[in-house]
């Protein structure tokens, strides 16, 4: 049996009402119907449209992280709309979604934040053509370091690697070890330790662990 309110199920529902509660096995809840949604950006179209999706919702939810599909082939599987191999939504690097939800880590929260903006996208591109309007990653691994590169403000691949290493360790460790900025100085002499801290905050090493 589901726990009553899981998630903030019941307010998604509300904000959601064309998706409902649906079987599911290995997995807290599952939710799937028409998720019908409007979204605007600064100087850009304001946006209403639907997508048939399956989200699939783990049991360490706000700290792992759900599993979208759209279900009806609205979206192109064609290597350029961002659907990866197995069919699920690729809504963003795991440390961009993880910093997403930490502002609102409820259902209702996943979806204004990870979803809608993702759709948007996808139904922007489909409807005008051109680039998607937030801009696009490169596909895969090297993807995800350019998004890395950012969130962290850093320059180089190995400080990249370097700094979700860091992560993955106690902070005590850590602060003793060199800072990944190229500064010359401990992490815990270094500002730098601040951007991990906001990270460090987010969720427990574990986590950052399995993401190094």
Known sequence: MIKKNLHGMNQFLDDYPGMSIAPCRGMDLQLKGKFDFE????DGPKIVDSYFLKIAVPRKFPRAL???EETAGKIPRDGNHHVNLDGSLCLGSPFRLLKQIYKKSDLSGFAEMC???YLYSISHKIK???DFPFGDLVHGEQGIIDDYLELFDLKERFQVTEAIR???IKKRIANKQDCPCGCGQRLGACQFRIK???FRNMAPVSWFKAHS
């Open 39 to 42: 979204g605007t950006i600064a």
């Open 196 to 198: 991990l801290n906001e």
């Open 66 to 68: 759900p599993n979208v």
């Open 166 to 168: 860091l992560l993955g």
């Open 128 to 130: 005008n053509g051109g």
């Open 115 to 117: 979803i809608v903006p």
